[in-house]
C-alpha cells in the first residue's frame, strides 16, 4: 500500500490560452483517458481520467493492467458493476474488517469515494467532473467519515 505515481500532469505541456493540445502518447496505457490513447487530445480531463483510475486501483489494491481485466472487463468496469450492493467484493478487505465500528456507514463512504472515481472516468471529457468538484466531494466524504 504505497502510493506511486507518475504520467500524472500531462495537462501541464498545455499553455494557458490552450484548451487542447494533440501530442504523442507518452504515458501508462491502463491509467490514460480514452480521448488521449486514440486520438492524441490532451486536456487538464486526462489527469482526471488518471485520477480516477489511480483511486479505484488504490481502494481495490488491483493494478487496471491485472490479468483478470481481459476482453470486455476492466478496472472501471468492475468497481462500476460492484456498485452500490457488492462494493465489498471489490475493495481490499483491509480497509474495513467486519470488527469495525459503524462498519455501514464506513461501506456508504467507500461507496461514495468509488462513485467519484467512476465520474472522474466518465469515456468523454465533457462528461467527466473537475477536480474541484473531486475535492469538494471528497472532503464531504472525509467529514462523514470522521463522524463515524
Given at each position: 500500500?504505497v502510493?506511486?505515481l507518475s504520467?500524472?500532469?500531462i495537462s501541464?505541456m498545455?499553455?494557458e490560452?490552450?484548451?487542447?493540445?494533440?501530442?504523442?502518447t507518452?504515458?501508462?496505457?491502463?491509467?490514460?483517458?480514452?480521448?488521449?490513447?486514440?486520438?492524441g487530445?490532451?486536456?487538464t480531463?486526462?489527469?482526471?481520467?488518471s485520477?480516477?483510475?489511480?483511486l479505484?486501483?488504490?481502494?481495490?489494491?488491483?493494478?487496471?493492467?491485472?490479468?483478470?481485466f481481459?476482453?470486455?472487463?476492466?478496472l472501471?468496469?468492475?468497481?462500476s458493476?460492484?456498485l452500490?450492493?457488492?462494493v465489498m467484493?471489490?475493495?481490499?478487505?483491509n480497509?474495513?474488517?467486519p470488527?469495525?465500528?459503524?462498519?455501514?456507514k464506513?461501506i456508504?463512504?467507500?461507496?461514495?469515494?468509488?462513485k467519484?472515481?467512476?465520474?472522474?472516468?466518465?469515456?468523454?471529457?465533457?462528461?467527466?467532473i473537475?477536480m474541484?468538484?473531486?475535492?469538494?466531494?471528497?472532503?464531504t466524504?472525509?467529514?462523514?467519515?470522521?463522524e463515524?
Amino acid at each position: 500500500m504505497v502510493a506511486h505515481l507518475s504520467d500524472f500532469g500531462i495537462s501541464n505541456m498545455i499553455s494557458e490560452d490552450e484548451s487542447a493540445l494533440y501530442t504523442k502518447t507518452l504515458a501508462t496505457l491502463a491509467y490514460i483517458a480514452p480521448e488521449y490513447g486514440l486520438e492524441g487530445l490532451v486536456s487538464t480531463k486526462c489527469d482526471v481520467y488518471s485520477y480516477g483510475i489511480m483511486l479505484m486501483e488504490t481502494f481495490t489494491r488491483t493494478k487496471p493492467s491485472n490479468e483478470m481485466f481481459d476482453g470486455d472487463l476492466s478496472l472501471k468496469q468492475w468497481v462500476s458493476n460492484s456498485l452500490p450492493h457488492a462494493v465489498m467484493e471489490v475493495v481490499d478487505p483491509n480497509l474495513i474488517t467486519p470488527q469495525a465500528n459503524h462498519s455501514v456507514k464506513k461501506i456508504d463512504c467507500v461507496v461514495s469515494i468509488m462513485k467519484v472515481a467512476i465520474d472522474c472516468c466518465v469515456e468523454f471529457p465533457k462528461g467527466r467532473i473537475d477536480m474541484k468538484d473531486v475535492v469538494a466531494r471528497l472532503t464531504t466524504i472525509n467529514i462523514q467519515l470522521l463522524e463515524c
